[in-house]
């Protein structure tokens, strides 16, 4: 347990001086942080690309219950469809704002 918590530690501190220091790319270290941040922009696109995903099934399946919500307004509830679009809007602005995927 102690050694799962010291590898998470070391882990943490090691991306925070990571994120500041900025190595030339003609060392071996300017390599290595070349590709940390390859695989880093490759798993920002990866989240923003779920988070789009789920934004738009979100969305659907909203549209979807509210047609059903028309037809049987006591079979499928209200608050149903607006909580589908709440989480539909949130993942959708997840994915465009600054910072937050990034």
């Known amino acids: ?18 994120g500041s220091y900025i190595p030339s790319s003609q060392t071996s270290s300017g390599h290595l942080h070349e590709q940390i941040s390859g695989i880093y922009d490759y798993l920002n696109n990866v989240v923003k690309s ?3 995903l789920s934004g738009l099934f979100l969305t659907v399946g909203g549209v979807y219950q509210y047609s059903q919500h028309r037809k049987d ?12 679009f709440f989480c539909a809007l949130c993942a959708l602005a997840l994915a465009y704002l600054p910072g937050v995927v990034v």
């Open 50 to 52: 779920v988070c789009l």
């Open 73 to 84: 307004p006591v079979s499928v509830p209200f608050t149903k469809v607006i909580v589908m």
């Open 1 to 18: 347990m102690r050694f799962k918590l010291f590898f998470i530690f070391l882990t943490l501190v090691g991306v925070a001086f990571a």
